[in-house]
């Protein structure tokens, strides 16, 4: 059963950084994917970025592209978000996810962490 804890969100202005963490333990081979979504008030779950442990594979939804960054530390099995240049409309509870397809539907992701809170100011 592969646990994730998601930190590292909070209140931030329009134009600012925030770099989200997710601490992944239990981890499995069959869990090779880790993604983040995000959801806001009234809406859908929303696809942010997903990337492999593997090889490092990565793609990024259209409305972050440019601006967040995903990455991962092995070692640590850790995965990232960098988000720059942050605007009002990014404002959602972010969740780490893992899961063995390499997928954009939350349906692909087998696990998922509790959730961090990101909120811009504008």
């Known amino acids: 059963q592969v646990h994730l804890v998601e930190s590292g969100g909070g209140l931030v202005q329009a134009g600012g950084s925030l770099r989200l963490s997710c601490a992944a333990s239990?981890?499995?081979?069959?869990?090779?994917?880790m993604g983040w979504f995000r959801r806001a008030p009234g809406k859908e779950s929303e696809f942010v970025a997903r990337i492999t442990w593997s090889g490092g594979a990565i793609s990024y939804a259209d409305s972050v592209k440019g601006r967040f960054t995903i990455s991962r530390d092995n070692a640590k099995n850790t995965v990232y978000l960098q988000m720059n240049s942050l605007k009002p409309e990014d404002t959602a509870v972010y969740y780490c996810a893992t899961g063995p397809r390499f997928g954009v539907l939350p349906g692909d992701f087998r696990s998922w962490g509790q959730g961090t809170q990101v909120t811009v100011s504008s």
């Open positions: 239990g981890r499995t081979s069959s869990n090779n994917v």
